[in-house]
Protein backbone atom coordinates (compact mmCIF):
# COMPACT_ATOMS: atom_id res chain seq x y z
CA UNK A 1 0.00 0.00 0.00
CA UNK A 2 1.38 3.06 -1.31
CA UNK A 3 2.14 5.80 1.52
CA UNK A 4 -0.05 8.92 1.81
CA UNK A 5 1.93 12.36 2.61
CA UNK A 6 0.07 13.32 6.04
CA UNK A 7 -0.40 16.89 6.26
CA UNK A 8 1.83 18.65 9.23
CA UNK A 9 1.10 17.91 11.89
CA UNK A 10 -0.67 20.67 14.79
CA UNK A 11 -0.19 21.40 18.47
CA UNK A 12 -3.50 21.84 19.91
CA UNK A 13 -4.31 22.44 24.22
CA UNK A 14 -6.56 19.70 25.64
CA UNK A 15 -9.20 22.38 26.34
CA UNK A 16 -9.64 22.61 21.81
CA UNK A 17 -9.43 18.64 21.86
CA UNK A 18 -12.10 18.29 24.06
CA UNK A 19 -14.35 21.19 22.78
CA UNK A 20 -14.00 20.51 19.20
CA UNK A 21 -13.96 16.66 19.14
CA UNK A 22 -15.60 16.46 16.34
CA UNK A 23 -14.48 18.71 14.29
CA UNK A 24 -11.39 17.18 14.54
CA UNK A 25 -12.49 13.87 13.97
CA UNK A 26 -13.52 14.81 10.61
CA UNK A 27 -10.40 16.78 9.53
CA UNK A 28 -8.45 13.67 10.80
CA UNK A 29 -10.48 11.36 8.81
CA UNK A 30 -11.01 13.65 5.97
CA UNK A 31 -9.13 13.88 2.63
CA UNK A 32 -6.01 15.69 4.40
CA UNK A 33 -5.83 13.38 6.40
CA UNK A 34 -4.19 16.17 9.55
CA UNK A 35 -2.92 15.09 12.29
CA UNK A 36 -3.15 16.27 15.75
CA UNK A 37 -1.15 16.20 18.97
CA UNK A 38 -2.95 17.20 22.02
CA UNK A 39 -1.12 18.98 25.20
CA UNK A 40 -1.21 19.76 28.35
CA UNK A 41 0.04 22.96 30.07
CA UNK A 42 2.58 23.01 27.17
CA UNK A 43 3.24 18.95 26.94
CA UNK A 44 2.39 16.81 24.17
CA UNK A 45 0.00 14.08 25.88
CA UNK A 46 -1.58 12.40 23.10
CA UNK A 47 -1.78 11.82 19.20
CA UNK A 48 -5.38 12.12 16.91
CA UNK A 49 -4.86 11.06 13.57
CA UNK A 50 -7.41 8.95 11.14
CA UNK A 51 -8.25 5.12 11.22
CA UNK A 52 -6.45 4.71 7.41
CA UNK A 53 -3.63 7.30 8.52
CA UNK A 54 -2.80 5.04 11.33
CA UNK A 55 -3.03 1.56 9.89
CA UNK A 56 -1.12 3.01 6.38
CA UNK A 57 1.29 4.56 8.44
CA UNK A 58 1.83 2.72 12.00
CA UNK A 59 0.31 -0.60 11.89
CA UNK A 60 0.63 -1.73 8.63
CA UNK A 61 -0.85 -4.89 7.82
CA UNK A 62 1.22 -8.10 7.59
CA UNK A 63 1.58 -10.04 4.28
CA UNK A 64 -0.25 -13.13 5.92
CA UNK A 65 -3.30 -10.97 7.53
CA UNK A 66 -3.40 -9.61 3.12
CA UNK A 67 -3.50 -13.09 2.57
CA UNK A 68 -6.33 -14.01 4.43
CA UNK A 69 -8.42 -11.13 3.99
CA UNK A 70 -8.61 -11.64 -0.12
CA UNK A 71 -9.00 -15.33 0.82
CA UNK A 72 -12.27 -14.06 2.28
CA UNK A 73 -13.37 -12.09 0.62
CA UNK A 74 -12.79 -14.50 -2.64
CA UNK A 75 -15.29 -16.97 -0.12
CA UNK A 76 -17.40 -14.46 0.85
CA UNK A 77 -16.83 -15.59 4.41
CA UNK A 78 -15.89 -11.88 4.57
CA UNK A 79 -20.14 -11.36 5.25
CA UNK A 80 -20.50 -13.23 7.87
CA UNK A 81 -22.62 -12.12 10.68
CA UNK A 82 -21.63 -13.32 14.25
CA UNK A 83 -24.07 -15.58 14.53
CA UNK A 84 -22.96 -16.82 11.54
CA UNK A 85 -19.73 -17.12 13.09
CA UNK A 86 -20.74 -18.53 16.54
CA UNK A 87 -22.85 -21.18 14.64
CA UNK A 88 -19.54 -22.18 12.57
CA UNK A 89 -17.72 -22.55 15.76
CA UNK A 90 -19.81 -24.15 17.62
CA UNK A 91 -20.66 -26.97 15.17
CA UNK A 92 -16.99 -27.36 14.51
CA UNK A 93 -16.52 -27.91 18.28
CA UNK A 94 -19.59 -30.94 18.60
CA UNK A 95 -17.77 -32.65 15.75
CA UNK A 96 -14.02 -32.43 17.82
CA UNK A 97 -16.04 -33.92 20.91
CA UNK A 98 -17.72 -36.85 18.95
CA UNK A 99 -14.41 -37.46 17.02
CA UNK A 100 -12.50 -37.67 20.42
CA UNK A 101 -15.74 -39.78 21.96
CA UNK A 102 -15.06 -42.19 18.74
CA UNK A 103 -11.24 -42.21 19.72
CA UNK A 104 -11.86 -43.29 23.00
CA UNK A 105 -14.88 -45.42 22.81
CA UNK A 106 -12.92 -47.37 19.48
Known amino acids: MPR ?4 PTKVISALSARTQFGQIMRRASGKKQERFIVDRRGEPKVVIMGF ?50 RRIGA
Open 4 to 7: KQAS
Open 52 to 101: EDFLRNIAPESEILAMIRSDAKKNGTDRLSMEDIDAEIAAYRKERALNAR
